[in-house]
């Protein structure tokens, strides 16, 4: 079909308006830390308030749909995690074993120290090292105690992980 039998703004809709889904496979329980709830909610809550009537008064009528678009996209996707999401305490006493929410510190063989904050999918952020409960070094750590070492699978190779630090924020 010819462009001149299109509107422009047809092919931006069909590529926006599609909705976000879930990153988790059916079945998985969306799990969230506290905080991590509270940033969602935050970020939901500013969007509704601020962003999205912000963009909607923009001059440029299709600049103002593409992006309320947008918003209304990133609203219903938080919207959505927050409505499936199982918020998961902290443990109550001090823990010496790797659970949900847990901030690990690990030692490789060469004496290399990382450390890796176990969260929510919606929550990774690799920039901060926070990675979700279903990545391989989540399950990898998950379940061993302060002091334990784990055998993990780095594109670089295996190496053994010492996990010498262990808190909850």
Do not use: C
Not at 60 to 66: G, L, M, Q, W
Not at 70 to 90: F, T
């Amino acid at each position: 079909m010819s462009k001149a039998f299109t509107k422009e703004d047809d092919a931006v809709e069909e590529t926006i308006s599609r909705p976000q889904s879930s990153p988790l496979p059916p079945g998985v329980k969306n799990y969230l830390t506290r905080d991590g709830a509270q940033r969602m909610q935050d970020e939901w809550n500013r969007l509704i308030q601020i962003e999205r009537p912000r963009v909607a008064a923009l001059p440029d009528a299709s600049e103002a749909k593409r992006e309320t678009q947008l918003v209304d996209q990133r609203i219903a996707y938080l919207g959505q995690s927050l409505q499936s999401a199982e918020i998961v305490p902290h443990p109550s006493a001090p823990e010496d074993v790797v659970r949900f929410g847990a901030t690990v510190k690990v030692r490789n063989r060469a004496g290399e120290q990382s450390q890796y904050r176990i969260v929510g999918i919606d929550e990774t952020d690799l920039d901060e090292n926070w990675v979700s409960w279903r990545s391989p070094i989540a399950r990898a750590l998950l379940n061993a105690r302060l002091g334990q070492r784990v055998k993990f699978r780095f594109p670089a190779g295996e190496d053994e992980l010492e996990i010498v630090g262990l808190s909850y924020e």
